[in-house]
């Protein structure tokens, strides 16, 4: 693992979670029951929340009955999400780029644009292995990406944003294939200017295929916003990906 990886410092800042603090349960939830309703999952399924963040997806699963395991690189995400453990609901400290020892799921969650964070392909290859080895021969992943297209299209190359007292300055550009954001923070609690950066590579939906067909799955079904609208390459939000083994 890289120690200097951008996403290592940022999702462990509480900056990171102050500037997303509108990502509630409250906006988790009407997703969850839809997506899950869709899914058709059996009764107590298995489920992987992978890269769960502070685990507001995993809870609503575990709330549906589903029997959930949440990872996160992130310590302090997964410390925190920790204290709702019951049974039935648990979370671990992962990197997705590893194999994950834990028994096969009935699907596999990777949402929210919680992937295209790394340096190399060969990375975001492993992290779709990982995802698809993690499921059981019928199992469905879904991934929750940013649609490339849209989200370059309507970039804000500068925004300004106070949150109790605390200043952000945020700076969005594209390099290449990435869509980086470099903010720029002033805390008067203290006298420093604290910087980081968050980086994401633009896969479209190409990208993706090519990257499954490499673990023998393929895309069964593609939505363009949490209320699993149709995919529309200009206009959707989001590229939501339903997809399963090859000879599924």
Known sequence: MNESSWFESWFNSPYYHLLYRDR??????????????????????????????????????AELGYEVLG??????????????ERPGLRFQVHDMREPLDAAPFDV???????????????????AIHTMASALKPEGKLVIDFLNAKYTIDRLIPKEERTIDGIDFQIHRRTEGLQ???????????????????????????????RMLHKEDMEVKEVFGDYALSAFDPTESPRLIMVCTRSNH
């Open 179 to 209: 869509v980086i954001k470099e903010i720029r923070i002033r805390d008067p609690r203290n006298s420093s200017t604290e910087a980081f950066s968050e980086q994401v590579t633009a896969f479209r939906l190409e990208d993706f295929q």
């Open 108 to 126: 596999v969650l990777n949402l929210f644009t919680s992937f295209g964070y790394f340096d190399q392909e060969e990375e975001h290859q492993a």
């Open 24 to 61: 509630d349960e409250s906006e988790a939830r009407p997703f969850i029951e839809c997506l899950t309703q869709h899914l058709q999952l059996p009764p107590r399924a298995h489920v992987l929340d992978l890269a769960c963040g502070k685990g507001r997806h995993s809870l609503r699963l």
């Open 71 to 84: 990872i996160d690189i992130a310590p302090e995400n997964i410390a925190y999400a920790q204290q709702f």
